[in-house]
């Protein structure tokens, strides 16, 4: 094994080399580090790196931990004490975290080292990491096209093999899309399953940290380190973390797995649908029951989540006011002339169309019509997905609508990026979990895009659905493809 070699390789292969002494800690960071510098220029996944720092750690790394030694990626908008946590925004471009989030803390207790902040849209509002204030993020299958979003930098470092894992926060897909679109792996947990503590906020009743990886293992590795309760997030559930790899390994004999009818309609990319149906088919070839089941609700999932993400949005970017920290406007008038110009100058224009909607939507007299109707029809959309997991185990779907688009395509029309969110908004506002895992490429361009296959499972069933997610990949070969520029490099 080369330095050169070394990013390749999986947290769970990395892991073995370390505990046996083949490899230590620092060259770990030291091959991190040439690699990046090899490739992240052509990418612009990474925000900000310490690797002094990162070394430093990795000399006292304790490598017999169950993460020990091993450098993972932080989505700008998680907490890691002393780095910055721009959250993609002008607005925190200068701001430095005071304390770690709850799953750095957890992750540094399992031996792991917080290595580097990645690029995401601002405030993690976006499905393709162009509306961060930083910099562009390039997809590594084709640098003309974007790698999804809002963990667009998590899921790009990962594709690239410039991060042996990441954290990322999903809302609305934000892990699973750009998963799906980057050729990893993304698992969203339930509601409730990880801890939001030191999570900046978007939306609070929908927001849940997750890992980007390269396979099931890793994902189930990184849940392991990061799930269970938290006395500092009274929405972290107090239920017991069961060993998530524990799981991985048994085949689907005798596992249902159920086909939501309004999923496979019109609007789906024909490779996709292609891609997806030959899934089905290996899960069903591999022992599992394919069932068709029905989301009555589904049509409505873009409609409510827009209403009830950009309502909570309003409410918790109302803090940023250049008063406490941040940004703050020069020369203010007075009061409200600096809480007024300190946000017009520090927000970008998707934060700004989020405020003046979910400000909208909570007035008087809109209120009824719009916040509290949708919070009515969430209920709805929780039945759908209770009534269906009475029959089956998890539910499948492609994660996007579409492949990677190009960069620029859809920025002007916010309404076709809202769309392209159809198939893993309802998972969040049904508190569920979900994961998106490869299951094959669309040739456009003589480029191939990855496509992303998605399972969902009810409230705390991520042991399930890693499970079917882990058999499913160990039967194809889609998660040992490497995008060219990083074969290259
Ligand atoms: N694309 C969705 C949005 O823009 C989801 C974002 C997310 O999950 N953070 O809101």
Known sequence: MTEKDLPALTIADLQLLLRRREVSAREVIDALQARIEAIDPAIGAYLWLDVEAAAREAENSNVDLPLGGVPLAIKDIINVMGQPCTCGSKILQSYRATYDATVIRKLRAAGAIPFGKTNLDEFAMGSSTENSAMKMTRNPWDLSRVPGGSSGGSAAAVAANAAFGALGSDTGGSIRQPAALSGIVGLKPSYGRVSRFGLVAFASSLDQIGPLTKTVRDAALIMNAIAGHDAQDTTALNEPVPDYTASLGHDLGGVRLGLPKEYLTEGIDSHIKA???????????????????????????????????????????????????????ENPRDILDLYGRTREEGFGAEVKRRIILGTYVLSSGYYDAYYLRAQKVRGLIREDFARAFEKVDALISPTSPVPAFKLGERVADPLQMYLADIFTIAANLAGNCGISVPCGFAEVDGHRLPIGLQLLGKALDEGRILQIAHAYEQSTDWHKACPPIAAAA
């Open 275 to 329: 891609a997806i149906d030959a899934a089905v088919n290996q899960m069903s070839s591999l022992g599992a029951e394919i069932v068709e089941v029905s989301l009555p609700t589904t049509e409505y999932a873009i409609a409510v989540y827009y209403i009830v993400a950009t309502a909570e949005a309003s409410a918790n970017l109302a803090r940023f006011d250049g008063v406490r920290y941040g940004y703050r406007a």
